[in-house]
């Protein structure tokens, strides 16, 4: 077993090292891998960024988006989170399940039970402390290499999490809207429900706590995090120094940045694998009601309509055709509308109020 403490806070960084070992030599035997990322949405391989996330509080807070590569929901985290990662070989068949229990959560619950937490592994793959839950995993394969990861909330800004982890299945639907001319009135618009199922997996919202309740007011994630690290390297077959001497070369560091620019920091792994999905909303401000609607297809905007009772004196679907093929995230969104006099179309409603009610 070789076990290694990345010191880099980059989501995609990270992700980027967890496939670089899983490609590499090293992982003929079991590897631990321990982490934390700076503020970070981090999305299932299946999910839709839009329909999982509130992307503008994800933007005000400054929080990375990244897409990792196995499935489940998406997690919000920071640096008060402990991420941990078991790269080991893997049979074509095996039970990947059994995996994921005894060789990935039953080490980690042993950890928590022994710092006097009252862990234990439960639902599909999360664990669970006080009824509340503090960790989630999920798994990837690579050739004969299985990866099983998850996060656990020590001292994680659950207000932060709240914030961005808000999804609203009224204002996103797993159908798409096909947005068609007319034909029989020229520059007039239609909305023809195309009945297109999506793959998107939504996240389900469970009651989740942060573990430092457990510990004294003098104990840091750092310290945490250490404590982990020592009683899952008791629990293992090896040398303790030898098993902690994992340590990237200039060399290695190379590929990991090759494999982090190439595909986790690279928009088009992040938003190029979304299916279609169709995002609605309604919200009614003093100068009338604006309703939204997109139709997003790997993240970007393929059509939009804006409608409501406002009082402006340009035709709203111009002001809709300046977001046609943005991609839904919010800096470009509201960089679109920047120079915009948002009022002449939609009335008294400004470009604030417009971008509230784009992304809700």
Same mark, same amino acid.
């Given at each position: 077993?070789?076990?290694?403490?990345?010191?880099?806070?980059?989501?995609?960084?990270?992700?980027?090292?967890?496939?670089?070992?899983?490609?590499?030599?090293?992982?003929?035997?079991?590897?631990?891998?321990?982490? =934390?990322?700076?503020?970070?949405?981090?999305?299932?391989?299946?999910?839709?960024?839009?329909?999982?996330?509130?992307?503008?509080?994800?933007?005000?807070?400054?929080?990375?988006?990244?897409?990792?590569?196995?499935?489940?929901?998406?997690?919000?985290?920071?640096?008060?989170?402990?991420?941990?990662?078991?790269?080991?070989?893997?049979?074509?068949?095996?039970?990947?399940? =059994?995996?994921?229990?005894?060789?990935?959560?039953?080490?980690?619950?042993?950890?928590?039970?022994?710092?006097?937490?009252?862990?234990?592994?439960?639902?599909?793959?999360?664990?669970?402390?006080?009824?509340?839950?503090?960790?989630?995993?999920?798994?990837?394969?690579?050739?004969?290499?299985?990866?099983?990861?998850?996060?656990?909330?020590?001292?994680?800004?659950?207000?932060?999490?709240?914030?961005?982890?808000?999804?609203?299945?009224?204002?996103?639907?797993?159908?798409?809207?096909?947005?068609?001319?007319?034909?029989?009135?020229?520059?007039?618009?239609?909305?023809?429900?195309?009945?297109?199922?999506?793959?998107?997996?939504?996240?389900?919202?469970?009651?989740?706590?942060?573990? =430092?309740?457990?510990?004294?007011?003098?104990?840091?994630?750092?310290?945490?995090?250490?404590?982990?690290?020592?009683?899952?390297?008791?629990?293992?077959?090896?040398?303790?120094?030898?098993? =902690?001497?994992?340590?990237?070369?200039?060399?290695?560091?190379?590929?990991?940045?090759?494999?982090?620019?190439?595909?986790?920091?690279?928009?088009?792994?992040?938003?190029?694998?979304?299916?279609?999905?169709?995002?609605?909303?309604?919200?009614?401000?003093?100068?009338?009601?604006?309703?939204?609607?997109?139709?997003?297809?790997?993240?970007?905007?393929?059509?939009?309509?804006?409608?409501?009772?406002?009082?402006?004196?340009?035709?709203?679907?111009?002001?809709?055709?300046?977001?046609?093929?943005?991609?839904?995230?919010?800096?470009?969104?509201?960089?679109?509308?920047?120079?915009?006099?948002?009022?002449?179309?939609?009335?008294?409603?400004?470009?604030?109020?417009?971008?509230?009610?784009?992304?809700?």
């Amino acid at each position: 077993m070789k076990f290694a403490v990345l010191d880099f806070t980059d989501a995609a960084s990270c992700f980027a090292a967890e496939e670089y070992l899983m490609r590499g030599p090293r992982a003929n035997a079991p590897v631990w891998m321990l982490w =934390r990322v700076n503020k970070c949405a981090m999305l299932g391989r299946n999910q839709a960024a839009g329909a999982e996330l509130d992307l503008r509080a994800a933007d005000e807070l400054g929080a990375q988006i990244v897409r990792r590569p196995s499935g489940g929901g998406a997690i919000y985290t920071d640096l008060g989170t402990v991420q941990y990662s078991l790269i080991a070989p893997f049979d074509k068949g095996a039970d990947f399940m =059994r995996m994921s229990r005894e060789a990935l959560a039953a080490p980690i619950v042993n950890a928590l039970k022994g710092m006097g937490v009252p862990a234990a592994h439960g639902g599909r793959n999360d664990i669970y402390a006080g009824g509340a839950k503090v960790s989630g995993t999920a798994q990837y394969v690579i050739g004969d290499r299985i990866c099983g990861h998850g996060s656990l909330l020590y001292d994680t800004d659950l207000a932060a999490l709240e914030k961005v982890l808000r999804p609203d299945a009224e204002k996103v639907k797993a159908k798409a809207i096909r947005f068609e001319n007319a034909g029989a009135q020229a520059g007039v618009s239609r909305l023809e429900d195309a009945n297109i199922q999506t793959r998107a997996l939504r996240s389900v919202n469970t009651g989740v706590a942060a573990l =430092r309740q457990y510990f004294g007011a003098g104990h840091s994630v750092e310290a945490f995090m250490e404590a982990l690290m020592q009683s899952l390297l008791s629990g293992a077959d090896c040398d303790a120094a030898e098993a =902690r001497g994992l340590v990237f070369s200039t060399a290695d560091l190379e590929n990991i940045k090759a494999i982090k620019d190439g595909k986790y920091a690279n928009p088009e792994w992040t938003y190029g694998r979304e299916p279609r999905y169709t995002y609605r909303n309604a919200m009614r401000f003093e100068g009338g009601k604006v309703e939204i609607l997109l139709d997003i297809k790997k993240g970007v905007i393929e059509g939009c309509k804006i409608f409501g009772d406002f009082l402006g004196v340009l035709p709203a679907e111009d002001l809709a055709g300046r977001l046609v093929s943005r991609r839904y995230a919010y800096d470009d969104v509201s960089g679109a509308l920047e120079s915009v006099g948002v009022t002449e179309y939609l009335g008294g409603i400004t470009r604030g109020q417009l971008l509230d009610c784009i992304f809700g």
